[in-house]
C-alpha cells in the first residue's frame, strides 16, 4: 500500500498491509487530514519514531476484521485518533491507503459531508473541551479547528488567543497579545504543541485554576511557572457527534479552517488548520 512514513523527513513510499490483530479491523482510508501534528514533523517542531505511518484523522470502510470482531464489510467507519495512543505518534496512522485500529476506537459513521466524517475527532476534542468549561471563564489558546469548534459550540462564548496562523473572519479573539495576558483566567485550553504556549497558559490562569492540554501537547517537562494549578489532558467526546458538530459549521468560518488538496507537499505547506488528501491518490 501506498502511506506517508517518518524518516527524519516526510516520504510517501510502498508499505505492506498490516495484519489485522484479532481485536482489531483493517479499514480502507477514504479520506485522511494533513494536519498541525505532520507539519510540525517537516518543521522539526514535533519528533516521532522513525518508520512511523503518519495521519491524525481520517475515515474509511471496514475491509477486513480479526477473528474476535463482528464487524460488517464495506460500512463506513469514524475513527477515534486517540483511543489507547494517539494515531501517526504512538501507533500507525491514516496517512495510507489503508489503517489497522482496534475494534473500540471505530464508530458507524453518521450522514454527514465526508470531510466532517475526517475530523470527527476534532469535532469530538471540541465538545470535550465545551463540556468541561461551559462554567469557567475560559480562553482558547490557538485558533485552529479544535478551538474553533469549541468556541462555536458554546455561541462564541470562548475568546481564542491566535497562534501562529492569520484567519480572516472574525471571531472572539482575546484583544491582547500572549506577553501581555493578565492572570484572570479560571481555565485555559492550549491546543498548540509549543511550550511557548504552555508558558501563556502559566501567565493568563488564576492560582488554582486548570489547563486543559490537546492530546499533542507534551507537558511532561513543563513547570508551568512553579504556579498551582490543576493540569488536564483532553480526551475526546462522542465521536458520531463530533463529526455532526463539524458538519454544523458554517461555511464561512469552515473554507477557513479546511481545505481537500491532491498533493502531500501542498498540504505540508498550507496555511489551513486541516488539509484533506485522498489516500488512493498519493
Known amino acids: 500500500m501506498r502511506a506517508v512514513k517518518f524518516r527524519g523527513d516526510l516520504v510517501v513510499e510502498e508499505t505492506p498491509i498490516p495484519p489485522v490483530p484479532k481485536d482489531h479491523v483493517l479499514v480502507k482510508v477514504k479520506l485522511a487530514s494533513v494536519s498541525p501534528l505532520e507539519r510540525g514533523l517537516e518543521r522539526g517542531n514535533i ?57 473500540e476506537s471505530l464508530a458507524e459513521a453518521p450522514d454527514v459531508p465526508d470531510y466532517a466524517k475526517a475530523l470527527a475527532s476534532a469535532g469530538a476534542l471540541a465538545l470535550k473541551i465545551a463540556e468541561l468549561t461551559s462554567d469557567k471563564k475560559t480562553l482558547l489558546v490557538g485558533s485552529g479547528l479544535t478551538n474553533v469548534l469549541a468556541s462555536y459550540k458554546l455561541s462564541w462564548e470562548l475568546p481564542l488567543l491566535p497562534w501562529g496562523r492569520e484567519i480572516s473572519f472574525d471571531l472572539n479573539y482575546y484583544p491582547t497579545t500572549a506577553s501581555a495576558c493578565t492572570q484572570e483566567w479560571d ?35 513543563h513547570v508551568f511557572a512553579g504556579k498551582k494549578l490543576e493540569v488536564v489532558p483532553l480526551t475526546p467526546g462522542d465521536l458520531v457527534e463530533g463529526a455532526r458538530l463539524v458538519a454544523s459549521l458554517p461555511t464561512k468560518y469552515l473554507r477557513e479552517l479546511v481545505e481537500e488538496v491532491n498533493e502531500l507537499e ?17
Open 47 to 103: 519528533w516521532v519514531e522513525p518508520e512511523r505511518v503518519l495521519g491524525l484523522e481520517g475515515f474509511g470502510n471496514v475491509l477486513e476484521a480479526g477473528v474476535e470482531v463482528e464487524e460488517e464489510e464495506g460500512k463506513e467507519v469514524l475513527i477515534n485518533s486517540y483511543f489507547d495512543g494517539i494515531l501517526g505518534v504512538t501507533r500507525d496512522g491514516t496517512l495510507a491507503e489503508y489503517v489497522v485500529v482496534p475494534k
Open 187 to 221: 481555565a485555559v485550553v492550549v491546543s498548540v504543541p509549543e511550550a511557548s504556549a504552555l508558558d501563556t497558559a502559566a501567565m493568563c490562569v488564576k492560582e488554582g485554576g486548570t489547563v486543559y492540554l490537546h492530546p499533542l501537547v507534551d507537558y511532561s517537562k
Open 266 to 282: 501542498e498540504a505540508l505547506t498550507s496555511s489551513f488548520s486541516r488539509s484533506l488528501v485522498r489516500p488512493d491518490a498519493l
